[in-house]
């Protein structure tokens, strides 16, 4: 990925664009639109192509770097279906308009494991329309027949004669020509570059330290500022005496904001310790009281009741009610269990930052964002603009898994910058970023089922009780949606399990904790519930845990077959080593489907030793398997965080966590050994960013049953004295 985003060379030649992203203009997509005497002339192809006349292709792209390698799929798309060099793409990022925007969720976002996934289909069409129009016009110059015409490394030819023209000699000709409705994507035979092990774009740049994240923006004249945040949410400001922070050399200002309090300097250590000087008076009139203990107790009681039932399709929650009532005056006994989780942050490599530029008529962001549209949309409000006056350049980041989609650091870079006559970069400190997240909710989570005289279930009932997501996130902007039933608490239901009647429910239960998407989201924690459940029905049943789940899967289904490839990979029907135990789980998300198993024994310290984690992985189309099977190792090291380490306590409406040693981390040293076996399929790709994380708490808490007979319910699992060293 090229390291000058948003350079003026490559943004200032859009013209003609459509409706949503990577989809064909309605008009000339490859009609030059440069200036009349530029230095280099660049050719809009359908609008997020641009031929160079040197051949060199530009892509633009709504998709943030987070880490995920995106940029390198989607190069690799259209290096395949323009046939040419993938190395001769850059990418850019695309200008933050309604036209850009991703055509599945209606934004400019990264987020939902989408960014191959919501553009391989348009992109595809793209190129293959660009490539026809090439063609035809390379035909025309040479009066031969288009059909007798094929193309090979960015250039026309024409067999017969020999003759070759470059890409870029044909853009402007090109552009003149009809755009063919009925352009072919590559088949698959000629795939030069989907599925293939390509080295990411991105990756110079970060090894040789040029790649340039929010916290490396550099402008003249920049100040730098830190804050200090309301230790208890919903807690004010009251008042702040300024004059120890004023006598830090080097600071410059003090800003008092309404929860907070920021002190601007010449560098990041100066204001710090400004900010330390700093002895802030807060009133907490209106702050949150919970504590974590008592909130547990409050979400387990609650979901003893079962929650408000929501309806798939036309159906009403008294039909699906009175379906499972129904199929569980059949079971011949029940199983009922709760789980719980508790809050948990993102914890990014690179804290919270924001760099602002503000002045009477204008504003000029960079930022590390998952969330471009909703960013420019609250900055321009914030500041009484008209959204064109809002400027953003989009940064590396590191890392998001979710956080970057919130706003709120945004917004605290531009009230600062608002006072400041300069350009101002906003870093918050490790504690006020693991202080002050939009956490994956705590949650209480309890299963239902009824089981027939064959031990398999003919009814399953899920409650959870939780705190909203789309009461937090975003500013509350999607408010409305969370009721009478939040979805986010819900997700994606594990509906490829045969079970004849399911209801599913939830309840929200407030703390005055902020909460946000967390990788994986509801997954993170319905799936936990879901496969360790299905572990405990297998047990029940006195069923082999693979076999129990192989008779609910669909015969010719993904998630079988997935399974089926995981259990033969890791060995599942073979003798074990002695003292080792298995543990599986599954989950289909984004339209992926993972299989983890995980082989584990247990010391009697109760450390844990995880001696190989084998990883089925059925997500479609695999455009790049080495980026795959690197988001997949990620996830499921930050699955394994979560599962043994992570927890975000409350304590009188604070959070008690502040940095890496009380909020751990799983390090290298950890990490066990991962075999991930990518399936072939032509299906649409699916996300591999998130899939990974939730699948991997259940099949680890099914293998210390195993090894231990003891059932684990409750995250994580040091609190029930399992070590992990």
Excluded at 196 to 204: A, V
């Amino acid at each position: 990925m090229s390291a000058t985003l948003n350079s003026p060379s490559r943004r200032n030649f859009i013209k003609g664009v459509t409706a949503s992203g990577l989809q064909v203009a309605v008009g000339h997509p490859l009609a030059a639109i440069a200036a009349p005497h530029p230095p280099t002339p660049n050719v809009s192809v359908n609008s997020w192509v641009q031929i160079a006349p040197d051949g060199a292709v530009t892509l633009l792209s709504n998709t943030s770097e987070l880490g995920q390698g995106t940029g390198t799929a989607l190069a690799q798309i259209l290096a395949n279906e323009l046939d040419l060099d993938w190395r001769t793409i850059h990418i850019e990022m695309a200008p933050i308009k309604p036209v850009f925007f991703n055509g599945e969720w209606g934004e400019y976002a990264t987020y939902g494991s989408g960014g191959v996934s919501g553009q391989i289909a348009a992109l595809r069409l793209a190129g293959a329309q660009a490539r026809a129009m090439l063609i035809s016009a390379a035909a025309t110059k040479w009066k031969v027949a288009a059909s007798d015409c094929d193309t090979a490394a960015g250039k026309v030819l024409h067999p017969k004669s020999g003759r070759r023209i470059a890409y870029g000699q044909l853009a402007l000709a090109a552009g003149k020509l009809p755009i063919p409705a009925n352009a072919v994507p590559m088949p698959k035979e000629r795939w030069g570059f989907i599925g293939k092990d390509i080295p990411r774009l991105d990756l110079p740049d970060k090894v040789n330290g040029s790649a340039r994240y929010g916290v490396d923006v550099q402008l003249p004249g920049m100040l730098i500022a830190t804050i200090l945040q309301s230790p208890r949410f919903g807690g004010q400001l009251a008042s702040v005496d300024q004059a120890p922070a004023m006598a830090i050399r080097g600071v410059r200002r003090v800003i008092e904001m309404d929860d907070a309090v920021a002190v601007v300097a010449n560098s990041y250590w100066a204001a710090k310790k400004g900010l330390d000087a700093l002895s802030p008076i807060w009133d907490n009139a209106k702050a949150s009281q919970g504590s974590s203990p008592a909130y547990m107790k409050a979400l387990l009681e609650d979901v003893k009741s079962g929650g408000q039932a929501v309806a798939p399709g036309k159906s009403t929650a008294a039909k699906v009610i009175a379906a499972y009532n129904e199929a569980t005056s059949k079971a011949a006994q029940t199983l009922e269990s709760i789980y719980t989780v508790p809050f948990l942050a993102h914890a990014t490599m690179e804290p919270m930052n924001a760099t602002a530029l503000v002045s009477a008529n204008a504003a000029e962001l960079w930022l590390p964002t998952q969330n471009q549209s909703a960013a420019l949309a609250a900055v321009a409000q914030e500041l009484t603009m008209s959204p064109d006056a809002v400027t953003i350049h989009t940064t590396l980041s590191g890392g998001g898994f979710g956080r970057r989609i919130e706003v709120d650091f945004v917004l605290q870079a531009v009230r600062i910058a608002k006072r400041i006559d300069a350009p101002v970069k906003l870093i918050w400190s490790r504690e006020e970023d693991i202080r002050h997240d939009f956490y994956r909710p705590a949650a209480a989570v309890k299963l239902t089922a009824g089981v027939g005289d064959d031990g398999l279930p003919l009814a399953l009932r899920f409650a959870s009780s939780c705190e909203s997501l789309l009461h937090y996130s975003g500013g509350g902007a999607s408010k409305a949606a969370s009721k009478p039933v939040d979805p986010s608490a819900i997700g994606e239901s594990p509906s490829y399990y045969q079970i004849p009647a399911v209801v599913l429910a939830a309840n929200t239960i407030d703390i005055g904790v902020p909460v946000g998407y967390w990788r994986s989201v509801a997954a993170s924690q319905n799936t936990f519930a879901y496969e360790s459940f299905i572990d405990e029905l297998a047990h029940l049943a006195k069923i082999d845990p693979v076999a129990y789940r192989r008779s609910l899967l669909i015969k010719d289904g993904r998630e079988r077959r997935a399974l089926d490839v995981a259990i033969e990979r890791s060995g599942w029907n073979e003798p074990l080593t002695r003292g080792r135990s298995r543990g599986v789980a599954l989950v289909r998300a984004n339209r992926s489907v993972v299989v983890h198993v995980v082989e584990l024994s247990v010391e009697n310290s109760g450390e844990v030793n995880i001696h190989r984690i084998t990883t089925a992985v059925d997500c479609g189309i695999a455009v790049n398997p080495r980026n795959i099977r690197a988001q997949i190792e990620g996830g499921i090291a930050f699955g394994l965080s979560a599962a043994f380490f992570g927890e975000i306590t409350i304590r009188d409406g604070a959070v008690e966590q502040s940095n890496f040693h009380d909020y751990r981390l799983i390090t290298l040293a950890n990490m066990p050994p991962v075999d991930v076996i990518i399936l072939e399929s032509d299906e649409k790709p699916g996300g591999v960013g998130e899939e990974a994380v939730s699948p991997i708490a259940p099949a680890v808490a099914n293998a210390l049953f195993a090894a231990t007979g003891k059932r684990i319910r409750s995250l994580p699992f040091s609190k029930a004295g399992f070590i992990f060293s």
